[in-house]
Nanobody
Framework: EVQLVESGGGLVQAGGSLRLSCAAS????????VGWFRQAPGKEREGVSC????????YYVDSVKGRFTISSDIAENTLYLQMSSLKPEDTAVYYC?????????????WGQGTQVTVSS
């Protein structure tokens, strides 16, 4: 059974930091592109960051560049998102997802999400 389980969300003040984790199982993690998405109330889901486990290439949406860092521990089948200098507009449910092809693909598997709330 494929599972993606996010953790690490919570409430933080603006300017603070959080590290999200996504534990993967049931598929060959090292062969996938894995990424983070977020969805704020009343807004569409947006891609935040992605990393290809095959070649290590990364992608960030402009609004998080310089503040968020994506990383992947293939040996532990775990994806991370280090978030710093958090802003209230980063408040959203954050999801991890895995794509068998490449970042920006159709994403085969999704987690259930973890809430991140940034207070002003």
């Amino acid at each position: 059974e494929v599972q993606l389980v996010e953790s690490g969300g919570g409430l933080v003040q603006a300017g603070g930091s959080l590290r999200l984790s996504c534990a993967a199982s049931g598929f060959t993690f090292g062969d996938y592109a894995v990424g983070w998405f977020r969805q704020a109330p009343g807004k569409e889901r947006e891609g935040v960051s992605c990393i290809s486990n095959r070649d290590g290439s990364t992608y960030y949406v402009d609004s998080v560049k310089g503040r968020f860092t994506i990383s992947s521990d293939i040996a532990e089948n775990t994806l991370y998102l280090q978030m710093s200098s958090l802003k209230p507009e980063d408040t959203a449910v954050y999801y991890c997802a895995a794509d068998s092809s490449h970042c920006g693909g159709g994403y085969d598997y999704w987690g259930q999400g973890t809430q991140v709330t940034v207070s002003s």
